[in-house]
């Protein structure tokens, strides 16, 4: 691998290290990480996992097999909503605590204790299993952030069903793909949902998709407008079916290998790739990661302000956050509506504590300035953790120094199933922009393209080389299409497609995708190097850059920023033009800045640096544009590029 742009990882690689003031420190978590280290390897750190959880029958084998086919805890027998749901709600002490506290975007509220989460889910499996659901078939679950995601989720996991979630922005080809990829039996939908201060109909989307989806034999609606819109042939309504199951069902033992779920990763241009996750080994693994990124303290309310169609808002919220007894803050819309106070107005209202989100969040907050943050100060507040995409310094030292706790920055994928490298909440020092350390369980290297280990300060292709729990099994219906692209690169590794360097202080950190670094006149450089030096200007609150096509040099990245609303234009221009040729080099050098208020999004807050890449190229999207939370967003873009 070229050594390229080595020189502009000097400055990221001697970023000093933030030590933990006495304040932000959980002694109690650090001891239990010091004993969790000290077990002897991935396979004793997760049977210690596992004794952690509630088995219908014990395991006899804690893992058989290496990286690219294994299985863990043979012979046992476990239960995902038994262990989310029903043993809170089983014990006096915790039955009475909110297992979810939800905010739709018009304002209005619900919680739901352990016991009454516990009572829904056991009578919505009930009905489910009424309309034929039987163990190992597929149910499409097609809504936004609604108490009944968690309630959908969990009976499908009481009764041993594979659920998918469907984005709630999908359009209707987007829906029929996956519907018909998974061969859902099911699907269970709200008829609409709010949006930017008006409903977004998605009954009416699955109708329209219904022609090609010949597997499904029956759809739940929930009527979260009130509208109670009339049900055609083949639809039930979601209280309906609740009533029916209202004897309950008992929880169904599962192989914890068994697949528990699909969740899709490829947009509607090609077949879609149904990445499958497994039982007990999404459970134990989501367990570890909300018990390490978060940590659970007595008072929490932990708000994942994601979106329940990716993957985060699972590992976190529904799976993950219960199965550690958490209180999981829910909120329907979009973070700027009403009005730019909507996110602190939700801290404060539901006396969140802890909250996940990407990093777009935190750059969106602070593009709403220092003066909105002061007016609602929030002192229940106690972390800010944050994955999806790079975290740049800037970005990490206002929200420690403005909303005044920890930025724990944590990496992982979907097919990962969770994030497995950060700073431990409460026990591990910061380092600002870093994605810290492996947490247990976890095992790494980074390699050239010969795949030998390449040594600190070197960036290299990042791979995980022993299983772990949480891993993807397979692709549905293709696992050949698994192993070609995950473990076909470096043999016997599975391979994450992101470029990484390891600094000398034993810190990771992810460059972005290896299809994301750029040959510019034979220099090879990520994009998310060039986009760190632009984020680092003060003027600029967000930023992406893209490689896009050149007829001289190959490739030139250009660069889209959103500026500070007392930043001189002309003034952040030449300075960010010059501090790039200054810190990398003049063969990074954008071949253009574009200044535009906004960028396209998805609903999560994550850019979508294809759709920038595609208005350069080609004049406009391309691709799926079904994830985007706002398209008045693409039309700024748009007009900005053909104004410049």
Known sequence: MSDAGTDSLAQLLDTPTVPLPPEWTVPDRVRELAEARALGGPDAYWEWVAGKQRWSTPWTTVRTGEIDDFRFFEGGKINVADNCVDRWAEDPATAGRAAVVWEGEPGDTRTLTYAELADEVDRLAAGLAGLGVAKGEVVAIYMPNLVEAFTAIHACNRIGAIYTVLFSGFGEEAVASRIQAARAKVVVVAD?????????????????????????????????????????????GYAAICESGSAGIDAVPLDPNEPSFLIFTSGTESRPKGVVHSVGGFLLGTWANAHWQAGYEPGDVYWVAADVGWLTFPIQAVVGGLACGMTIACFEGALDTPTTARFYEVCERHAVTKVLCAPTLVRMLRKFGDELAAEHPLPRLKLVTVQGEPLDADTFGWATSTLG????????????????????????????????????????????????????????????????????RTVWDDHQRYLDTYFSRFPGKYATNDEAVLDHDGHIWVLGRADDVINVAAHRISTMEIEAVVTAHPGVVEAAVVGVPDTTKGTVPVAFVTLAPDADETAVRAEVDAEVMTEIGGYARPAAIHVTPSMPKTRTGKLMRRLLRDVIVYGGATGDTSAMDDPAALDTVIAVVKDT
Request: aromatic residues 6%; charged residues 20%; negative net charge.
């Open 405 to 472: 706790v920890p930025v724990v920055n944590a990496y992982g994928q979907t097919e990962t199933g969770s994030t497995w490298t950060y700073p431990v909440y409460g026990a591990e020092d910061l380092k600002p922009g870093s994605v810290g350390t492996p947490v247990p369980g976890h095992a790494y290297e980074i390699l050239d393209d010969h795949g030998n280990p390449v040594p600190a300060g070197t960036k290299g292709h990042l791979v995980l080389t022993a299983p772990f729990p949480t891993l993807a």
């Open 192 to 236: 609409a949902i709010y949006r930017r201060g008006k409903p977004v109909e998605l009954l009416s989307t699955l109708r329209a998709a219904r022609g090609r989806t010949p597997s499904v034999e029956a759809t739940v609606v929930v009527d979260r407008t009130g509208d109670a819109v009339p049900l055609e042939t083949g639809e039930h």
